[in-house]
């Protein structure tokens, strides 16, 4: 086996395990991480179908893990001010 061959086997690693995974940020972050690794290997064997469908997968996924973030954030955010604004029991 070669470098690059192990640079596609490890994308097609990530990318069977977010199959496995629930939780959504942790399987953003290893989605975009197989992106990665795709992209690198299309662009060293020059596949151009696997650089456009790695291209268009890597901003989507990157884009949704920022929401996911966001969203998390703001929900902390939300209840934070809550707990300690001395209201309840």
Same mark, same amino acid.
């Given at each position: !086996? +070669?470098?690059?061959?192990?640079?596609?086997?490890?994308?097609?690693? =990530?990318? @069977?395990? +977010? %199959?496995? !995974?629930?939780? !959504?940020?942790? =399987?953003?972050? @290893?989605? @975009?991480?197989?992106? @990665?690794?795709?992209? +690198? %290997?299309?662009?060293?064997?020059?596949? %151009?179908?696997?650089?456009? !469908?790695?291209? +268009? =997968?890597?901003?989507?996924? *990157?884009?949704?893990?920022?929401?996911?973030?966001?969203?998390?954030?703001?929900?902390?955010? *939300?209840?934070?001010?809550?707990?300690?604004?001395?209201?309840?029991?």
């Amino acid at each position: !086996m +070669t470098w690059i061959e192990s640079i596609g086997f490890c994308g097609s690693v =990530l990318a @069977v395990w +977010t %199959y496995w !995974m629930r939780e !959504m940020v942790p =399987l953003r972050i @290893v989605a @975009v991480l197989g992106c @990665v690794c795709f992209l +690198t %290997y299309g662009a060293l064997i020059r596949s %151009y179908p696997i650089i456009a !469908m790695e291209a +268009t =997968l890597l901003p989507i996924n *990157a884009y949704r893990l920022l929401q996911l973030l966001r969203d998390r954030r703001f929900a902390q955010a *939300a209840v934070a001010p809550a707990g300690r604004s001395g209201i309840g029991p």
